[in-house]
């Protein structure tokens, strides 16, 4: 189970989603295109996201209309089916037994009579631990979206794919990666990876240590066959977590591999050595 916690204005709302219970039907994502997507922006004005997400809204959305709205005004019309929502929840999980809390960025139905908790989810990626600032996945927004959308129009092309751990389909393009150049960022690797020398024993094909910018500029640029690593943990904060690794394309927004683990002792926060081994698999 999965509890949401979404702020609206100065106001915290709790709810508690399954898994199941919470899973969108095909006529949600056929729904979903005759929409205008309401995108949600921070309650921080100068929050990074912020200004990331209108940029990238106007130069890549192209399958609804859209607009941008505060938090006030989705309590105002999270109810009406005409609307979509782009927004960012922060969510817990009541299997993980611990207080981690996650930033997502999520696609929302509206809907008549339901409460938050309740409305379709026709996606949602995880951006980063609570306590981590946004600069931390805002210069990768622009892949976040594309991907969102490439999301929805397979669920509406291919149904049969509609399921709780609908990510895990693209794992089969784990076996495209060994003409790509693989980016990492050097914070997202745990202690036993985090060399170039390290990475390059386990891992056979190209990859390279880079910066942030690096990352943000190949997305821009749209390289071909390049990847980048998405990673989402504590970052030494207090608290056991999951840590979220997801590979994406440059170019084209694929996912390569999304998988996740509980961070610990053994298991640091960052991209693990069986990681590697299973892209090179």
Avoid at 72 to 84: I, L, T, V
Avoid at 169 to 193: A, G, Q
Avoid at 256 to 269: A, E, G, L, P, T
Wanted: glycine share 2%; with cysteine.
């Amino acid at each position: 189970m999965r509890t949401i916690l979404t702020f609206l204005s100065a106001l915290l709302f709790v709810s508690s989603v399954s898994g199941k219970e919470h899973l969108p039907s095909k006529e949600d994502y056929q729904a979903f295109l005759n929409t205008k997507t309401l995108v949600v922006m921070d309650v921080n004005p100068m929050s990074d996201f912020n200004f990331k997400i209108k940029e990238v809204m106007e130069s890549v959305w192209t399958l609804t209309d859209f607009e941008f709205i505060s938090n006030a005004e989705f309590e105002d019309k999270r109810n009406d089916p005409s609307y979509s929502f782009l927004i960012t929840t922060v969510a817990t999980f009541d299997a993980d037994k611990t207080k981690a809390r996650y930033n997502f960025l999520s696609l929302l139905m509206g809907e008549t009579d339901t409460d938050v908790r309740n409305l379709p989810d026709l996606c949602s990626l995880p951006l980063s631990y609570l306590r981590v600032e946004d600069t931390s996945y805002a210069y990768k927004v622009e892949a976040f979206v594309r991907f969102i959308q490439d999301h929805v129009s397979l669920m509406n092309e291919r149904p049969e794919l509609i399921k709780a751990n609908a990510f895990k389909y693209y794992n089969k393009n784990v076996t495209s990666l060994s003409d790509k150049t693989l980016l990492v960022v050097k914070e997202d690797l745990s202690p036993e990876v985090n060399t170039i020398g390290k990475l390059k024993s386990i891992y056979p094909y190209n990859i390279k240590i880079v910066t942030q910018d690096e990352v943000e500029d190949a997305i821009e640029r749209k390289d071909e066959n390049t990847v980048f690593m998405h990673k989402v943990g504590p970052e030494g904060t207090k608290y056991k977590a999951r840590c979220y690794k997801m590979l994406i394309g440059a170019d084209s927004s694929t996912f390569y591999y999304f998988d996740y683990h509980m961070v610990s002792k053994k298991n640091r926060d960052g991209l693990l050595e069986k990681d590697l081994k299973k892209m090179a698999s």
